[in-house]
């Protein structure tokens, strides 16, 4: 069967398919050569010279990801931030981008604090609606527009398509980073996007046991050869293991992610209106301010991500977290494991997360234990 036309479910199931020729064997071997050797007559027929630009490891994850977005090529990163920054890298002083306001906060520090000393010019607006968007953009001179949708740690929602056809009609390139809505969910290649970005540490992987990035090219031009360079410059090059990991990972990824969605779903309309509850911030909410894009641009669910704000403020938020058992008070997302932290505390001075945000991250447990989990902590903190 040719692979190509399967559907992704078999694509990620069986990572395309592939048995290594030598052995067999159905997963892969780790390869962890740092380099290659030349052909006597000095040439590097195998296309392979050092692994900091390249690796077999990477080839079986890349292809997979490729398909799944439905791209013309893909790269791995040793993190979802060298991936994202590689993308603004490859951008020349002085250009123009365009990005939300709100988004993960550390790429947002690094726009703040270092693109704009590295002279990008770096203008954050709300990217949820596509008039500003199209007031904010200079044509031929803004390169570069940057979405993330559903937005952390609000879970705001940007229309893809019609940010898009504006970035088109202006001649920039548009990047999504589309770690929540997963390959599962949405495909901004095929909605028009130039570039999607995952931080694979989350969803791909899905098991909170690697650090990785990647990123997926609807075609391979220049600018994605420039990003190519960037990562084989700059180095920001995953492991062979760590690459290894993200595939294995990747196979159950649909699975993972419909359950999570599925789940946080449940979470987001049980405590919807609930009495500790001040809002539940969640795309799957009818009520919600992108709830129709997000209904138009993910398929099968919202995501796994939620917030709750908690009535009575920082004080309660904090300790609803403490009360906790089910749920593990951490950082990240994307795992197995359902993940909640008081959000301000993390991004610090000028995050848009209110004090009394607690974000939620589903994982794959069962959703009554965790609706009742939330249930018996909030009502403690409010006692
Ligand atoms: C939406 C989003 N983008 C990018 C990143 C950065 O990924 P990493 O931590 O792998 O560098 C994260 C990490 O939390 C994220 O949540």
Known sequence: MDPTKLKPESVAAQALGWVDEKTRAITPPIHLSSTYLRDPDNQYRSGRVYARADNPAFDQAEAVLTQLEQGAAALLFASGMAAATAVFQALAPGDHVLAPQVMYWSLRNWLMNFATHWGLQVELIDMTDPAVVQAAIRPGKTKLVWVETPANPLWTVTDIAATAAICRAAGAKLAVDSTVG????????????????????????????????????????????????????????????????????MRTLFLRVRQASASAQRIAEHFHGHRHVEAVLYPGLPGAPGHAVAARQMKGGFGGMLSIRAKGGEAAAIATAAHVELWKRATSLGGTESLIEHRASVEGAGTPAPADLLRLSAGIEDAGDLIADLEQALARAHA
Do not use: C
């Not at 090219?217 to 293991?241: K, P, Y």
């Open 182 to 249: 997963t390959p599962v969910l949405t495909q901004p290649l095929v909605l028009g996007a130039d570039i999607v970005m995952h931080a694979a540490t989350k969803y791909l992987g899905g098991h909170s046991d690697l650090i990785a990035g990647a990123l997926v090219a609807r075609e391979n031009d220049a600018f994605w050869q420039r990003i190519r360079t960037v990562r084989a410059q700059v180095g920001g090059t995953l492991g062979s293991f760590e690459a290894w990991l993200l595939l294995r990972g």
